[in-house]
């Protein structure tokens, strides 16, 4: 039974570790978007903002599930190691997604907040799943 209280609490600690994260790409997304983006999504119903967030929210849940499963049998070390590779991903994907608003004609931001669905977001959210993929598999 204390096994699997242990196991439990280690859970519940990966998870808060994840969900922070999360909070984090959200609040990033936020940022890099005009307006607000809980408004876009669940009030204008903007699709274009909802893929950039899912696709952010994919992209660091990817980086946490491998640094988890890397994560030696140190849980400290594996907590602390989850934590610093999902703040690197999410620096890494702000900065992929400012080279390709430096890379591509208007302001992206704004292109992806558009009302009618907009390629350029297919492309940001590629960017952001593509992004955690490199982190997940260079975790090791």
Do not use: C
């Amino acid at each position: 039974m204390q096994h699997l209280v242990t196991d439990l609490l280690v859970t519940l600690a990966y998870g808060v570790v994840g969900v922070v994260l999360m909070g984090i790409g959200y609040l990033l997304v936020d940022l890099a978007t005009p307006g607000r983006l809980s408004q876009l999504i669940w009030t204008e119903r903007n699709r274009n903002a909802a893929l950039l967030l899912a696709s952010n929210l994919a992209g660091v849940g990817i980086i946490v599930v491998a640094a988890i499963a890397a994560s030696p049998d140190d849980f400290v070390l594996g907590l602390v190691g989850a934590a610093a590779y999902g703040i690197l991903g999410l620096v890494i994907m702000a900065a992929a997604f400012v080279l390709l608003d430096v890379a591509t004609p208007g302001k992206l931001g704004e292109l992806l907040v558009d009302p009618e669905p907009h390629p350029a977001v297919w492309v940001s959210a590629v960017v952001h799943l593509a992004t955690g993929a490199i982190i997940a598999a260079a975790i090791s």
